[in-house]
C-alpha cells in the first residue's frame, strides 16, 4: 500500500468510527435531567419535582426514584385534588416528563432527616430502559414555586 492509500483507509476509518460513536440507535432514549428540586419539608414526608428530557428516538418510562434521605420514595400523580400512586410515567421519544406541583411528582416517606434550603439530596432515577440518572435536588424554601415566578 502507498502512503496515499494508507492516508485514506486511516481517515475513513477514523470518520466512520467517529460518526458510530457520535450516533445513537433510533430505537434509544436519551435522557437527561434538569430543573429540579425539593422544597423544605415540613414534617417527615417530602416532595420531589425535576424534568426528564428524551431527545432520542424511543419512548421510556420512569419506573423508580431511589435516595439515601428515605427508604420509601415513591412516584404519584394528581389528578382534580387527589393524589394517587402510579407504577411509572412515560417520557416520550423527543418530548418531556414534568414533574411539578399540582402534578406528577416524587414523594419522599420517613425521611432520615429534614433537609434545610440550601442543602442538596441526592437521588437516583431509574428508567425501563435508559440506564440509572444520579441527580441532585437543591432545597429551596417550603413554598418555592418556579411556575408562580415567571
Given at each position: 500500500m502507498n502512503r496515499r492509500t494508507t492516508s485514506l483507509v486511516l481517515t475513513v476509518g477514523l470518520t466512520t468510527a467517529l460518526t458510530l460513536t457520535g450516533c445513537s440507535s433510533p430505537d434509544t432514549p436519551e435522557l437527561t435531567v434538569g430543573d429540579g428540586y425539593m422544597p423544605r419539608p415540613v414534617g417527615d414526608l417530602g416532595a420531589g419535582f425535576l424534568t426528564v428530557t428524551?431527545?432520542?428516538g424511543a419512548d421510556d418510562k420512569?419506573?423508580?426514584?431511589?435516595?439515601?434521605?428515605?427508604?420509601?420514595?415513591?412516584i404519584h400523580t394528581t389528578e382534580g385534588?387527589?393524589?394517587?400512586?402510579?407504577?411509572?410515567?412515560?417520557?416520550?421519544a423527543g418530548g418531556a416528563?414534568?414533574?411539578e406541583?399540582?402534578?406528577?411528582?416524587?414523594?419522599?416517606?420517613?425521611?432520615k432527616s429534614r433537609p434545610?434550603?440550601?442543602?442538596?439530596?441526592?437521588?437516583?432515577l431509574h428508567f425501563e430502559k435508559a440506564d440509572p440518572i444520579k441527580t441532585e435536588l437543591p432545597v429551596k424554601e417550603a413554598n418555592?414555586?418556579?411556575?408562580?415566578r415567571r
Open positions: 428524551n431527545s432520542g420512569l419506573t423508580a426514584v431511589t435516595s439515601d434521605i428515605s427508604d420509601d420514595v415513591t385534588q387527589k393524589m394517587r400512586q402510579v407504577k411509572s410515567f412515560d417520557i416520550p416528563l414534568d414533574l406541583r399540582g402534578g406528577n411528582h416524587l414523594m419522599f416517606m420517613n425521611l434545610e434550603p440550601g442543602q442538596k439530596i441526592g437521588i437516583e418555592y414555586n418556579p411556575a408562580a
